[in-house]
């Protein structure tokens, strides 16, 4: 969208117009929760924040400078929601305190070899900050600049940390026998 296209949708919504409110969800609903369901790894839960996302947008829209675009500022939006709802789940504790095998079995194994299980599995190993980057530059296709506008960070760091975060997923997928 352009910032015009984007600043008459939210002037639309503001005004209780609910076609320019579909309009917003439709357009943006696909691309907010991929960005959820790589961060959390859960398709229950990326709904979720896909949809506190969208509430938190809608609720402030009015908050939204459109010196940016609009798209940035609600990924933004998905994002930290992803992110809170990473810390939130992180905080609880299980209900069977009773020690997991995190060694796969020959069964296992065969599942795991499938490449796109085997990269999600090394995304949720990452650290939020690192899966967070890769997240954005190879699954949202963002630029250096976006990320570092979404994730209010320096370019340098949004580089660095795609680097680092490159190192160690590769290092993860050769030690799980995926040739990269």
Not at 131 to 151: E, G, K, N, P
């Amino acid at each position: 969208m352009t910032k015009s296209r984007d600043q008459s949708l939210v002037d639309r919504c503001l005004n209780g117009d609910r076609q320019a409110l579909e309009t917003l969800v439709r357009e943006y609903q696909h691309p907010l929760y991929n960005a959820a369901y790589r961060i959390l790894g859960n398709p229950e839960d990326a709904a979720d924040a896909t949809q506190a996302a969208f509430l938190k947008a809608i609720e402030n829209l009015d908050r939204y400078d459109s010196n940016y675009k609009l798209f940035s500022w609600m990924y933004r939006i998905a994002v930290n929601e992803a992110l809170n709802q990473l810390k939130r789940k992180k905080n609880q504790q299980p209900l069977d305190d009773r020690a997991v095998d995190d060694n796969p079995g020959p069964d296992e194994q065969v599942e795991a070899g499938n490449l796109s299980r085997e990269i999600q599995d090394g995304l949720m190993a990452l650290t939020d900050s690192y899966r967070t980057v890769i997240v954005l530059r190879h699954f949202a296709d963002f630029s250096y600049r976006q990320i570092s506008d979404v994730l209010e960070i320096p370019e340098k760091t949004v580089k660095s940390r795609l680097y680092s975060a490159r190192q160690l997923m590769k290092e993860r997928l050769l030690a799980h026998g995926v040739t990269v």
